[in-house]
């Protein structure tokens, strides 16, 4: 990571840290000084709340959007304009306060993310599932069926939400023993999305299915062979062909 960091140019480095640009790359986002960026998003931040995040400056960055989240949220920072910043981890920063207001049910707060999840940059719609995938993991069930409509929105990013919030061993993220075991509590997500024209989709459905074969091998091929016979279509067998990767 650290040769990858040396690439962005210092020009370039000024320009994120000020808020000014969204990164391109991953590197670019983890080159990003929070601090830096907090100071010139939110001026009024306060300087004891810029040294609690130059503290945490070598924490990872899972953690320290989650800091920063907090901080916006200690000093009653209005969301709003943050989440049509130029800059997509302060929009992050917005993913993680919505999951961290405790006042907000989860009806709430999946309806406050939604606009996140269907961002235009890449990033912020990571942040957007990984922000609130505890809360979702938390109420399964619950989140189960209140994304099942999202498996129908007319945006492929939503849809890609619906289904990537929940997989079961994710990246970045922590398991969810619950469907690691029961993977067909999933289906109400998963079924509608079988045939998915959008490949933004289709990868997201063949990696949850590919993280249930793990645990479950049998229920993924018998799973496939049902949805192939279903649906002969393109986009099915490319799902389901990805799906059983990791099978021998």
């Known amino acids: 990571m650290s040769a990858g960091i040396v690439d962005v140019t210092p ?25 830096q960026l907090l100071a010139a998003a939110v001026p009024a931040i306060g300087a004891a709340r810029l040294e609690q995040m130059r503290a945490q400056a070598a924490a990872g960055i899972t953690k320290r959007m989650a800091l920063a989240a907090q901080l916006l949220l200690d000093a009653q ?45 890449f990033g912020v719609r990571e942040w957007a599932w990984l922000a609130l995938r505890p809360h979702l993991a938390e109420h399964l069930l619950d989140a189960i069926a209140l994304l099942a409509p999202w498996t129908s ?23 969810i023993t619950q469907l690691k075991e029961a993977p067909q509590l999933a289906l109400p997500l998963l079924q509608p999305l079988r045939a998915d024209p959008a490949v933004y989709v289709q990868d997201s459905v063949a990696n949850w299915l590919n993280d249930a074969a ?5 229920w993924v091929r018998s799973l496939c062979a049902q949805w192939l016979q279903e649906s002969p279509i393109a986009a099915t067998a490319r799902i389901c062909q990805r799906a059983q990767r990791s099978l021998a």
């Not at 994120?16 to 986002?29: D, F, K």
């Open 153 to 175: 929105d007319a945006s492929e990013r939503v849809r890609r939400f619906a289904c990537e919030a929940l997989r079961p061993r994710g990246v970045w993220c922590a398991h």
């Open 214 to 218: 793990k645990s479950q091998p049998d």
């Open 11 to 35: 020009a370039r480095l000024s320009l994120l840290n000020a808020g000014r640009v969204a990164s391109a790359t991953l590197t670019e986002g983890l080159a990003i000084d929070f601090a």
């Open 77 to 121: 920072v209005d969301l709003a304009p943050l989440q049509a910043h130029a800059s997509d981890t302060v929009r992050g920063w917005v993913c993680f306060a919505i999951a961290a207001q405790a006042d907000l049910t989860l009806p709430q707060q999946l309806a406050a993310m939604r606009p996140l999840a269907d961002d235009g940059h």
